[in-house]
């Protein structure tokens, strides 16, 4: 069964930091890229990082440049999100996410985020 | 890339057809996918390519439009698909998603 699995969650102080991971299972896991997406409560999907198979290129949404660092251990199936100087704006369910590369006709090539995990919850507050 | 999706919420009736607009500020061909989620779960793809059904996703979903305006229809809608949808971009090194709607089945 493919599966994503996020851990570190928990209550942070402004300021503070977090370091959030994932496993993945199921699926060849360095083949993929890998998103991190956050949910505030109550609100919508927000995209906040990815990160190429091999490490070797990470995007990052404005709202968290800076201040976190998405990273992955292919050896061990593991993708990682370093959240710094935490903002109560931050608090979030953050999701893991694999992102495929899907194909509707020759050359014309799409991703989505086809497989998520179940979420781990960040607060940020005093 | 902003994306504006309409309406916030929605009320249906089973067996309605109910309709979801999303109207992005930059043209983007067809990358634009659509993701259900229950409360308390993880979101599902259902749409990608503005219009190709995910697999396992039932036939009563269907999407359209291109460039800039895209449109998620669900035609005889039943009761297991509350919940809300979101639309988004994949055009983009970011992955920008609309606000998204709710759907409450009355």
């Known amino acids: 069964e493919v599966q994503l699995v996020e851990s570190g969650g928990g209550l942070v102080q402004p300021g503070g930091s977090r370091r959030l991971s994932c496993i993945g299972s199921g699926f060849t896991f360095s083949t993929s890229w890998m998103s991190w997406v956050r949910q505030a409560p109550g609100k919508g999907l927000e995209w906040v990082a990815n990160?190429?198979?091999?490490?070797?290129?990470?995007n990052y949404a404005d709202s968290v440049k800076g201040r976190f660092i998405i990273s992955r251990d292919n050896t061990n199936n593991s993708l990682f999100l370093q959240m710094n100087s935490l903002r109560a704006e931050d608090t979030a369910v953050y999701y893991c996410?694999?992102?495929?590369?899907?194909?509707?006709?020759?050359?014309?090539?799409?991703?989505?985020?086809?497989?998520w995990g179940q979420g781990t919850t960040v607060t940020v507050s005093s | 890339i902003q994306m504006t999706q309409s309406p916030s919420s929605l009320s249906a009736s089973v067996g309605d057809r109910v309709t979801i607009s999303c109207r992005t500020s930059q043209r983007i061909s067809d990358y634009l996918n659509w993701y259900q989620q229950k409360p308390g779960k993880a979101p599902k793809l259902l749409i990608y390519?503005?219009?190709t059904l995910q697999s396992g996703v039932p036939s009563r979903f269907s999407g359209s439009g291109s460039g800039t305006d895209f449109t998620l229809t669900i035609s005889n809608v039943q009761p297991e698909d509350f919940g809300s949808y979101f639309c988004q971009e994949s055009v983009s090194n970011g992955y920008t998603f609309g606000r998204g709607t709710k759907l409450e089945i009355k």
């Open positions: 990160i190429k198979q091999e490490g070797s290129e990470t």
């Open positions: 996410a694999r992102e495929d590369q899907v194909t509707t006709r020759p050359s014309y090539y799409y991703y989505v985020l086809a497989v």
């Open positions: 390519a503005a219009s």
